[in-house]
């Protein structure tokens, strides 16, 4: 049986957040994370990235295409697809080499059991008012799985769950998710 994972603000080549997370460079901020991603994902298994791949398309691009595993991109507002970039669409064909799907948000079904897929928050905690309010979904009361927050919290409120990097060291299996917002899997 397949795997389906989830992750998000990966920020491959991105020198600050590699220091952020302890490494002396971001070559070796993309050699460990891509040891975690060879130790977790298998060739049947399905990844879901929620945003931030990559601050520079190419170097994530190269360094995502010959991971195992299909990949989805939830496109976040480092990613050069995002539709947010004025000249997002451009990039589209570049991404679709290397991802199956590439969206601004998804939606899965866990046990008759919604979960959107964003890389926002429905809010962002951090800051009195939220930047990118047009790229976030409304708060409807579904379960939301996200990036953008680099934080260590898991559960951002009682049904959102951050999936990034910061939070796991490690992608996220749906039944993690699933359990940590109360939906059987």
């Known amino acids: 049986m397949s795997a389906v994972l989830y992750t998000s603000d990966l920020h491959i080549g991105h020198p600050m957040v590699a220091a952020k997370r302890g490494h002396a460079s971001a070559e070796d901020h993309d050699r ?40 989805h991109l939830v496109a976040g507002n480092h990613d050069r697809v995002h539709p947010g970039r004025r000249n997002g669409y451009k990039h589209m064909r570049r991404y679709l080499k290397v991802f199956d799907s590439v969206q601004p948000f998804a939606r899965h079904r866990i046990n008759d059991v919604d979960l959107l897929l964003s890389h926002f928050p429905y809010s962002d905690p951090r800051t009195p008012q939220p930047r990118n309010m047009q790229w976030r979904l409304p708060d409807r009361g579904e379960f939301l799985a996200h990036g953008h927050v680099h934080s260590a919290q898991r559960l951002t409120s009682p049904r959102e769950v951050h999936v990034g990097f910061d939070a796991w060291g490690r992608l996220v299996s749906r039944a993690e998710v699933a359990a940590l917002l109360g939906i059987s899997d």
């Open 32 to 71: 460990a994370l891509r040891d975690i991603w060879l130790g977790q994902v298998g060739d049947g298994d399905q990844v879901w990235i929620l945003g931030d791949l990559s601050p520079e398309a190419e170097s994530g691009l190269e360094w995502l295409a010959g991971l195992p595993g299909a990949k």
